[in-house]
C-alpha cells in the first residue's frame, strides 16, 4: 500500500490532466490540499477520475480558498468518508463517527473550525497476518498563524486541539489512524532552513502542541535514542502518533517540502518541512516500510510526502455517499424543483455571516472574491450619470441629428491640454502660425473639446511651457508632411523645393531636443537597477504590497534567488529604496 500527500495550491495545479497526475504516483490513497475550489466551480473531469472515487471538502465562506480533497484507487474504496472534524458536516448512515469530548467548543467555534474546508477522513479496512483490521485516514490543512491576526494564532491552536482530540477518539476505539496533510509548522529546528532567524524558536505554540501530539520527539530526532533514555524524562514525549518521515530519517537535514516562490527559495532549498505523514506508533513500528519527501515533483510551492506501508487494502463494494460521483450534478439525475426551495440550514447561516471574517489564503495573489451576481448585473447595466440636468427627449432627438449632420474638423492634440478659457490665455488656433482670427462664436467652437485638466491662474506658466513643447512637436510633423508633399511636385518648382527645404531644415535644427525632452518628462519608464554590491549584477524592482507607510513604495533588491548567509549563490543584502520623482 503506498499513500501520498500534496498541498497543490489549486487544483490547477494539474494542467496535463488530473488523472495522469494521479497515475504518476502509482499510489492507493492520494490527498490533497488548498484545492482553493468551492463546490459551485468543481468541474466533472476534476470531481469524477476513471478508476478512483474522490472525497471533497469546500470552504463555505469564500471561493478560491483552502479546500482538500482525498482521490482513493477503486482497489481502496473506503467503507466511510465524512468531512470536517466536529461531525457537524457528516451525513449519518455512513459516517465515520468517535468525535469524542468537544465540551471544550462552543457551538459557534465547531462550526467556524468546519466551514473553511480543511478536513477529509476516509475509513478503510486492510488485511495483515493477524487479519482484518481498520484503518482511519485523516486528511488535513491546517490553518496558518498570521502574525498580524491574533484571532488566527487562537483558531489554529483550536484546530489543533479537535484535531488531536478526534484522532486520539478513533484510535482509542480500535482503528489505526495515520493523519497527513499539511500542518503548516516546521516541528525541530533541522525542520527549518534558518531556525536561530526566528525569534523564541521553541516557544512557538504550534510547536510545543507537536511535542505533546509525537510520541520520542526527542530534540535530535532520533527516536530509538529517546526510547532507551528512561532517564531523562525532559526528552520523552508521551504522544501517540509518530512523525514517519522522521522515523526513517531522524538526522537528516534540508529536507524541506515548502519554499517561497516570490523569492525562487527553492533554487537554494530555502524552506521548511511543514507536511507530514503521522502514524499510529503500532502501525508504524508493525507495518511501515518507508517515508520520504519529492522534492523533484514541482508545481507547487510545496512538494509531495509518500509513505509505504506492507498491508493490503480491501476495497468497499459501494463508495460512501460523500463520494463526489453522487452530487447531483455529476450523477445524471435531474434534480426536483422542491431542492431549490429547501430550508437553510442555521450552519449555512453562519457560513453566510462569518464569510467576510475568513482570512486570506496562504499565496495572497492567488484569492478571488465571491462576486454578487445582482451587483455584477447593476453595474453593467447601469449608465453613467450625467452632470447636467435631464433632458427632454426632444432636444436628446435634435442634438443627435446636428451630430449625425455636422462637418466638423478632426481636434488637435492640444485641446486635451487647454485650460479653462479666460481673458489672460488665447486659444490654440492663435497661437498657430497659419491661425486666422476668429470670431466669439467661433472660439467655443473649438474650445468644445474634452478638458482633461482645470488649471488655476498660477498654473498659466507651466500651461504656457506644455503648449510650447506641443505646438513645437505639431510644428515638426506639419513640416515633414509638408516636405513630402513638396518633394512629390514637378521638376519645374526644384528650386522654390530646395529654398524652403532649407528654411524647414533651419527651423527643425532651431527646435530640436524639445520634443524628445518633453516625452521623456511625460512618459517615464522603469527607473535603471543598480548593480548589488556583493555580486556586481543588476538588481530587480520590487513593490512594498504590505499596508503601512510605505504601502506602494517601489525599492531594489539583489535578483538572486533567497538562501542562507552562508551560500555565496544566494541573494545578498543589498537593499536600496527607489526616490521620489525617478
Not at 12 to 30: E, H, M
Request: hydrophobic share 30%; with cysteine.
Amino acid at each position: 500500500m503506498k499513500i501520498v500527500t500534496w498541498n497543490i495550491n489549486g487544483i490547477r495545479t494539474f494542467k496535463n490532466g488530473i488523472k495522469k497526475a494521479l497515475d504518476s504516483f502509482d499510489a492507493d490513497i492520494i490527498c490533497v490540499q488548498e484545492t482553493k475550489v468551492t463546490r459551485d466551480l468543481l468541474d466533472e473531469r476534476t470531481a469524477v477520475v476513471d478508476g478512483y472515487n474522490s472525497y471533497f471538502s469546500f470552504s463555505r465562506g469564500r471561493s478560491g480558498y483552502s479546500g482538500v480533497a482525498t482521490f482513493c484507487k477503486d482497489t481502496a474504496t473506503p467503507f466511510a468518508a465524512e468531512e470536517g472534524l466536529t461531525g457537524l458536516l457528516a451525513n449519518l448512515g455512513d459516517a465515520v463517527g468517535c468525535y469524542g469530548d468537544q465540551c471544550a467548543f462552543s457551538t459557534e467555534e465547531l462550526q467556524s473550525l468546519d466551514s473553511e474546508g480543511r478536513a477529509v477522513i476516509t475509513q478503510h479496512k486492510f488485511m495483515r497476518e493477524e487479519g482484518s483490521e481498520t484503518l482511519t485516514v485523516i486528511n488535513v490543512y491546517c490553518p496558518r498563524a498570521d502574525p498580524e491576526k491574533p484571532e488566527r494564532k487562537l483558531f489554529k491552536l483550536q484546530f489543533y486541539k479537535l484535531l488531536q482530540s478526534r484522532a486520539e477518539t478513533i484510535e482509542g476505539l480500535g482503528s489505526h489512524v495515520i493523519i497527513l496533510g499539511d500542518i503548516n509548522t516546521s516541528h525541530r529546528p533541522i525542520d527549518h532552513c534558518d531556525p536561530d532567524d526566528v525569534d523564541n524558536f521553541e516557544d512557538n505554540p504550534g510547536r510545543k502542541w507537536l511535542d505533546t501530539f509525537l510520541f520520542g520527539s526527542a530534540e535530535n530526532g532520533n527516536e530509538g535514542e529517546v526510547e532507551d533514555s528512561e532517564s531523562s524524562p525532559k526528552r520523552m514525549a508521551g504522544g501517540k502518533f509518530v512523525d514517519t518521515f522522521r522515523h526513517f530519517h531522524p538526522t537528516r537535514a534540508n529536507a524541506f517540502t515548502c519554499w517561497s516562490t516570490l523569492t525562487g527559495a527553492r533554487q537554494t532549498n530555502y524552506g521548511t518541512r511543514i507536511d507530514y505523514i503521522f502514524g499510529s506508533r503500532s502501525l508504524v513500528e508493525k507495518s511501515f516500510l518507508s517515508a520520504d519527501i519529492m522534492p523533484e515533483v514541482e508545481g507547487s510551492d510545496h512538494c509531495p510526502v509518500f509513505a509505504q506501508l506492507s498491508c493490503t487494502l480491501i476495497p468497499s463494494p459501494k463508495c460512501p455517499s460523500l463520494c463526489t460521483r453522487y452530487m447531483p450534478e455529476f450523477a445524471g439525475r435531474q434534480q426536483k424543483l422542491s431542492r431549490f426551495f429547501a430550508q437553510v440550514s442555521e450552519q449555512q447561516n453562519f457560513s453566510r455571516n462569518t464569510a467576510e471574517s475568513l482570512p486570506g489564503s496562504q499565496e495572497a495573489e492567488e484569492i478571488r472574491e465571491n462576486v454578487s451576481p445582482t451587483a455584477a448585473r447593476m453595474s453593467v447595466g447601469q449608465k453613467r450619470p450625467s452632470d447636467g440636468p435631464p433632458e427632454s427627449s426632444a432636444f436628446k432627438g435634435k442634438r443627435s441629428k446636428q451630430v449625425k449632420t455636422a462637418n466638423k474638423p478632426q481636434g488637435s492634440l492640444l485641446a486635451f491640454f487647454k485650460p479653462k478659457p479666460s481673458p489672460e490665455i488665447f486659444s490654440s488656433q492663435s497661437l498657430m502660425p497659419s491661425a486666422k482670427p476668429a470670431n466669439s462664436s467661433s472660439l467655443k467652437s473649438e474650445d468644445s473639446g474634452p478638458e482633461i485638466h482645470k488649471r488655476k491662474p498660477n498654473d498659466i506658466t507651466d500651461y504656457n511651457v506644455t503648449h510650447d513643447m506641443l505646438t513645437d512637436c505639431l510644428t515638426e510633423v506639419r513640416e515633414e508632411a509638408e516636405g513630402t508633399r513638396l518633394n512629390t511636385e514637378g521638376q519645374g518648382c526644384q528650386g522654390e523645393i530646395q529654398i524652403k527645404a532649407t528654411s524647414h531644415q533651419e527651423t527643425k535644427d532651431s527646435k530640436k531636443g524639445k520634443c524628445p525632452d518633453f516625452w521623456k518628462a511625460v512618459l517615464r519608464g522603469p527607473p535603471q537597477p543598480p548593480l548589488c554590491k556583493e555580486h556586481n549584477e543588476p538588481c530587480v524592482l520590487r513593490t512594498v504590497k504590505k499596508a503601512g507607510p510605505n504601502l506602494g513604495r517601489q525599492f531594489f533588491v539583489c535578483a538572486r534567488p533567497q538562501g542562507h548567509a552562508s551560500n555565496p549563490e544566494a541573494r545578498c543584502n543589498f537593499f536600496a529604496w527607489v526616490e521620489k520623482g525617478k
